[in-house]
């Protein structure tokens, strides 16, 4: 089983939708979460991270964290063209390492 | 600021051979990641140092796999006797406390390596 478990879509939503992307993961010693984008042929760009559960909210951008269940989630809201691209999730422990799902791709149509 | 760089962008070699990748982090920043992308999937965590030294290399495959930092700024991750298996894209990430936290890893757009 992989530590952090992402469906990989395609998701494809209309211009203007709220999209909500989600992982769970297996690993109780993850304390930061964190969200990726990476457009097509570029390196992972970090869009936020949270501590513990909780939400953390930036601009058109909600993740959320709920540790009891293991579950974490994305929301764009107003989603836009330009946020087409492979969303990543990613746990990690106090120690350096990044464990990523396996990205969700994501287009937004006009 | 400049970013994360990583050189070659692309590297085309044959099965066999030794191949070195380049990464530069973001001026001061003391940590550097390597991950390995394969089409379709996440980065996978290699090795991180802190300064010069490897602090945690346990995502390595193999021993083909090596990398160094020695002056603990550019890195320098070295494949030798290339597998088709090796091919993917290698990434390179760089923290600091100072931007911010470790927990804050910026990605260079990687070097895309084809092993025929």
């Known amino acids: 089983q992989k530590e952090v478990e992402q469906d990989p879509g395609p998701l494809s939503v209309p211009e203007g939708a709220i999209v909500s992307l989600n992982c769970t993961y297996s690993?109780?010693?993850?304390?930061?979460f964190m969200w990726y984008r990476q457009y097509s042929r570029k390196g992972p760009e970090l869009l936020m991270y949270?501590?513990?559960?909780g939400n953390k909210e930036d601009g058109r951008f909600t993740a959320q964290v709920d540790k009891s269940s293991k579950y974490i989630s994305l929301f764009i809201r107003d989603s836009q063209p330009s946020d087409s691209a492979t969303y990543l999730c990613a746990g990690k422990t106090s120690g350096s390492r990044l464990t990523f799902g396996e990205g969700t791709q994501l287009t937004v149509n006009p | 600021g400049a970013g994360v760089s990583q050189t070659p962008s692309n590297k085309v070699t044959e099965k066999g051979k030794y191949v070195e990748l380049r990464c530069d982090p973001i001026s001061g920043h003391t940590a550097l990641y390597w991950y390995r992308q394969s089409l379709g999937q996440g980065p996978e965590f290699l090795i991180y140092?802190?300064?010069?030294?490897?602090?945690?290399d346990s995502g390595l495959p193999n021993d083909r796999f090596f990398a160094v930092r020695p002056e603990g700024s550019v890195s320098t991750l070295k494949i030798q006797r290339t597998e088709r298996g090796d091919s993917a894209v290698y990434l390179c990430?760089?923290?600091?406390?100072?931007?911010?936290?470790?927990?804050?890893?910026?990605f260079g757009p990687g070097t895309r390596l084809t092993v025929l």
């Open positions: 949270t501590y513990s559960s």
């Open positions: 690993n109780s010693a993850f304390q930061y």
């Open positions: 140092f802190q300064g010069t030294g490897a602090a945690d």
């Open positions: 990430a760089s923290s600091s406390k100072l931007a911010g936290s470790y927990n804050e890893q910026f």
